[in-house]
């Protein structure tokens, strides 16, 4: 059940016509009064021919007339209106359902308490089998404003609580960060003007496409101009940005004038300051495993960025601004994929937005390496080959699982469903990544004594997967990716610790193929030796410190070296 306060408004008579009315579109049938603050009395021009619609305002509003001719400054934002519908898939109520859950939701919002003979007038007048419209003016018998501060979420969880009572399909309980539902006006506007997005609609996706090219809100707002998008900057006398709206093309009022949104009206996180914070932040470190054997392409530099996602959700800011930078990476990514990929991944971008965003802050700072990937993905020129976005899509999809278990150990259900929302376009892009990339594999498997052998380092490495694994249709290609390694220098046994230690098996549809992504990903350099390596430290401990460490100050690297060696055999 949605209960979707609509702006206060001033024509209470004008409000009273459309719901009597036929509608827009002839949708509205038999409407009457179903509930009110005092039956007795009431004019209901559904049921009394005799009633006028203009009776029954001035009924309504009498409260607010005699405020309005005792004070100076009269009241014109009297007028409540809280739309109330259930779901398609639910039964229709009857009116005597449909007035005590009125009478709930006016109790919960604050219009009219519980026992409270001066509270406000209200009806709710009923015109269709799925929903009511609550009316109220908010001017007290007593010539008091009721008090409305989060009536909307007193409202949405006496509707939870509705839906409990009367078997209704169960929403999830809101949260405050859910974007700003389109109004009736308009959805008939873009209907009208043959949009399939309302206007506020379009210009987030813009605007959220256009994050990931920007390093600073100024950026953005140029990225965006440049894009078409009508831009008006509020700046203060030393000309700092200090707020901004941007207006879609063609999107006019009836002086032929451009109308403009502001940020926070589009969404909750694109408000200024929340930009601000998102974006313009210090130059990160570089990430601690990335491999620096050869220049890698900005495809798998993002690849090696997700893995700070997976090592920093243990603090809850760190791992909200991982997610939100996440969002930026999927965002970036649809724009940058092959076309035949581009509706998945577009619809992963838009599910996502949602599990972005939380009530807990987030620490940006934290995220500044998975973001500088985004940024840096959003200005190469370069496709990525077929493994390489294969790889990246992989690496996504667990990320995006890591994203939705930590929502769902914090119990946020909105940002949960997001995520596992996201995870399903997201795997249907990984599928048809990697099926051109598993065919090229499987045509050049290696001999049965090679797979043989193979089979033998998979029950060695995974043991509890091993069999998963071994019958994976995937597999021959797998054998091709270990028989590639392990020619370049690579021990397979080794390989394959690592890869199911970075991405757990238990719940991969598809093991071998996961295996596939990820150790095509890390053997893509050559294999290191032991022996430079310990010899590049000592060189770097001599160049810091002058000279070289005895056994007393080398105590930590001796055991680091030892680790090195035994991670190679």
């Given at each position: 059940m949605i209960a979707a306060i609509k702006p206060a408004g001033s024509n209470t008579r004008g409000l009273l016509a459309y719901l009597y009315g036929p509608g827009r579109h002839d949708e509205h049938t038999d409407p009457h009064i179903v509930a009110?603050?005092?039956m007795l009395g009431m004019p209901d021009p559904g049921r009394d021919e005799s009633a006028t619609l203009t009776q029954l305002a001035r009924h309504l509003d009498e409260p607010v007339h005699l405020r309005n001719s005792e004070f100076g400054k009269k009241v014109t934002d009297h007028v409540w209106h809280c739309p109330v519908r259930t779901a398609p898939e639910d039964r229709h109520l009857s009116d005597t359902e449909w007035a005590d859950i009125a009478q709930h939701i006016v109790e919960a919002a604050g219009i009219a308490p519980p026992g409270d003979d001066l509270a406000c007038r209200w009806i709710a007048v009923r015109h269709a089998d799925d929903h009511i419209h609550i009316l109220?003016?908010?001017?007290?018998?007593?010539g008091r404003r009721p008090r409305l501060h989060d009536s909307g979420i007193r409202v949405g969880d006496a509707c939870r609580q509705i839906e409990t009572d009367y078997g209704l399909r169960q929403l999830k309980k809101g949260d405050r960060t859910a974007g700003r539902r389109p109004t009736q006006a308009e959805m008939h506007k873009a209907q009208r003007l043959g949009w399939e997005q309302t206007s506020r609609d379009w210009l987030q996706d813009r605007i959220r496409a256009a994050i990931p090219h920007a390093s600073n809100t100024e950026e953005l707002l140029s990225y965006l101009e440049a894009m078409g998008i009508a831009v008006k900057p509020r700046r203060g006398p030393s000309g700092d940005l200090l707020g901004y709206a941007v207006g879609r093309p063609g999107d006019l009022n009836k002086?032929?004038?451009?109308?403009?949104?502001?940020?926070?009206?589009?969404?909750?996180?694109?408000?200024?300051p929340k930009l601000k914070a998102r974006l313009e932040t210090t130059a990160p470190e570089e990430h601690p495993t990335a491999r620096r054997d050869q220049p890698a392409t900005p495809w798998?530099?993002?690849?090696?960025?997700?893995?700070?996602?997976?090592t920093g959700m243990a603090d809850?800011?760190?791992?909200?601004?991982?997610i939100t930078a996440l969002g930026d990476l999927i965002e970036v990514t649809a724009q940058k994929a092959p076309s035949h990929l581009h509706a998945e991944l577009?619809?992963?971008?838009?599910?996502?937005?949602?599990?972005?965003r939380s009530q807990i802050h987030a620490e940006n700072q934290a995220a500044n390496t998975l973001r500088k990937a985004a940024r840096d993905l959003a200005h190469t020129a370069t496709g990525p080959d077929g493994s390489a976005l294969a790889t990246l899509l992989a690496a996504l999809v667990w990320a995006t699982i890591v994203a939705a278990r930590w929502h769902e150990a914090k119990s946020h259900a909105h940002q949960t469903e997001a995520a596992r929302q996201t995870l399903h376009h997201?795997?249907?892009?990984?599928?048809?990544a990697l099926t051109p990339v598993l065919g090229s594999l499987a045509t050049r498997q290696p001999s049965d004594q090679v797979r043989r052998t193979l089979a033998h380092d998979v029950r060695a490495a995974v043991p509890d997967h091993a069999d998963r694994i071994l019958t994976d249709p995937a597999w021959p290609a797998l054998a091709t990716v270990l028989a590639d390694a392990e020619a370049g220098g690579h021990k397979p046994h080794q390989l394959l610790k690592e890869a199911a230690a970075q991405r757990e098996l238990t719940t991969a549809r598809q093991p071998a193929r996961v295996l596939i992504t990820r150790i095509q990903h890390t053997s893509r350099n050559p294999a290191p030796n032991p022996r430079a390596e310990a010899a590049r430290r000592r060189s770097t401990l001599l160049n810091g410190s002058g000279s070289v460490?005895?056994?007393a100050k080398d105590a930590s690297a001796a055991p680091l070296s030892r680790q090195v060696r035994r991670s190679r055999h």
């Open positions: 009110g603050f005092a109220a003016t908010t001017v007290r018998e007593d002086d032929g004038e451009q109308i403009f949104h502001p940020g926070g009206k589009i969404a909750p996180d694109l408000t200024l798998h530099q993002a690849t090696d960025a997700l893995d700070t996602l997976h809850d800011t760190h791992a909200q601004a991982h577009r619809a992963a971008s838009r599910a996502f937005v949602r599990a972005q997201l795997q249907t892009g990984a599928d048809r460490p005895g056994p």
